[in-house]
């Protein structure tokens, strides 16, 4: 199995980062027709991150009636449907998006698209927008965080975003250019700030069964607000809405 491009890439973001916006919307084959492809699998990540390595706990839980997915198309939908003709896709949750557990040796989502996504009406797409986890880096350890979520480490709690939005090619199926979603522009000091929210009142809570029924009303809140303006920051990113 060939190595994941889409792995290189997110290794050497911060290279990347100088050159992401070389291709522009002027530079690509005319874009009519697009394919909406949303593949969180529905789920939340909680990771605890504590003071001694066997205290570290990383869960993730099935929220399906917070349809996250079906939110974040959306979202998509509406900043895209003023100036394409939006059409829609055939293909089975969690069958697009890569596992991440072995970052070298999984399908990316170039591959998985191919396989498992169809136009609905089976005639050809110019492109297709494709959201799915990725593997965020927390500042100041060796831990990460994917998809979305809540973080507790130190007496802090934040909700995170490690998505990526990717614009492909609706022939070949190549990635045309990717976003890393985010809520606010970066920080240098505090580069965890732009996918980040604080989570106040969460600090204490370590896995997802322990939260009261208004603490889970008031994550699936803040996520669904988080993922709206990450949404919206990369179809602007990406070119594809002004």
């Known amino acids: 199995m060939r190595l994941s491009r889409h792995?290189?890439?997110l290794f050497?973001?911060?290279?990347?980062?100088?050159?992401?916006?070389?291709?522009?919307?002027a530079d690509?084959?005319?874009?009519?027709?697009?394919?909406?492809?949303?593949?969180?699998?529905?789920?939340?990540?909680?990771?605890?991150?504590?003071?001694?390595?066997?205290?570290?706990?990383?869960?993730?839980?099935?929220?399906?009636?917070?349809?996250i997915d079906a939110h974040i198309a959306n979202t998509l939908s509406e900043g895209l449907k003023a100036r394409y003709e939006l059409k829609p896709v055939t293909f089975q949750q969690r069958s697009i998006a890569p596992a991440l557990d072995n970052p070298f040796d999984n399908p990316d989502v170039e591959d998985t698209m191919r396989t498992n996504a169809k136009p609905a009406d089976g005639q050809p797409l110019d492109a297709y927008?494709?959201?799915?986890?990725?593997?965020?880096?927390?500042?100041?350890?060796?831990?990460?965080v994917e998809g979305v979520g809540l973080l507790t480490q130190g007496g802090r709690a934040n909700f995170f975003l490690a998505l990526r939005v990717s614009l492909l090619?609706?022939?070949?199926?190549?990635?045309?250019?990717?976003?890393s979603a985010r809520i606010r522009d970066r920080s240098f000091?505090?580069?965890?700030?732009?996918?980040?929210?604080?989570?106040?009142?969460?600090?204490?809570?370590?896995t997802f069964d322990a939260m009261t029924p208004e603490q889970k009303q008031t994550m699936q809140a803040t996520l669904k607000q988080m993922l709206t303006g990450g949404m919206n920051y990369c179809l602007q990113d990406l070119k594809l809405v002004e």
């Open 7 to 9: 792995r290189i890439g």
């Open 12 to 25: 050497a973001a911060a290279l990347l980062s100088l050159t992401s916006l070389a291709a522009h919307a």
């Open 28 to 67: 690509r084959p005319p874009i009519k027709t697009v394919g909406i492809v949303a593949d969180t699998g529905d789920k939340v990540n909680m990771r605890h991150i504590g003071f001694m390595v066997f205290s570290n706990k990383d869960t993730a839980h099935a929220v399906p009636d917070w349809a």
């Open 129 to 144: 927008v494709v959201v799915w986890p990725m593997r965020q880096g927390v500042a100041g350890t060796n831990q990460f």
């Open 169 to 179: 090619d609706g022939r070949t199926f190549e990635e045309i250019e990717g976003c």
């Open 189 to 206: 000091w505090n580069p965890e700030k732009s996918t980040m929210n604080e989570a106040q009142g969460f600090e204490d809570v370590e």
